[in-house]
């Protein structure tokens, strides 16, 4: 485990408290944990397989796809297979 010392102002360190107190988390440390967590989550692109990368490529060389133009076109595609 890392330790660091956090310097901040007294408005991230109530969005922190915020983040503490609305998912029950008893320190500070878990806040700032559950915000990288969301962070990374959302913004940083996971990292694929070289196995699965291959197989998509495979699929995407087959060639065998449907396009639908919405969710109901695709919904009636499922519903009459």
Same mark, same amino acid.
């Given at each position: 485990?890392?330790?660091? +010392?956090?310097?901040?102002?007294? =408005?991230?360190? =109530?969005?922190?408290?915020?983040?503490?107190?609305?998912?029950? @988390?008893?320190?500070? /440390?878990?806040? +700032?944990?559950?915000?990288?967590?969301?962070?990374?989550? /959302?913004?940083?692109?996971?990292?694929? =397989?070289?196995?699965?990368?291959?197989?998509?490529?495979?699929?995407?060389?087959?060639?065998?796809? +449907?396009?639908?133009? /919405?969710?109901?076109? @695709?919904?009636? /595609?499922?519903?009459?297979?």
């Amino acid at each position: 485990m890392v330790q660091a +010392i956090i310097k901040m102002n007294e =408005r991230e360190n =109530r969005i922190l408290n915020i983040v503490k107190a609305q998912n029950g @988390l008893k320190n500070k /440390s878990q806040a +700032i944990e559950l915000v990288l967590n969301v962070y990374a989550d /959302s913004f940083l692109e996971p990292q694929l =397989r070289p196995e699965y990368v291959k197989k998509l490529k495979k699929i995407e060389k087959q060639g065998n796809f +449907i396009e639908f133009n /919405s969710v109901e076109e @695709l919904k009636k /595609s499922i519903e009459n297979a």
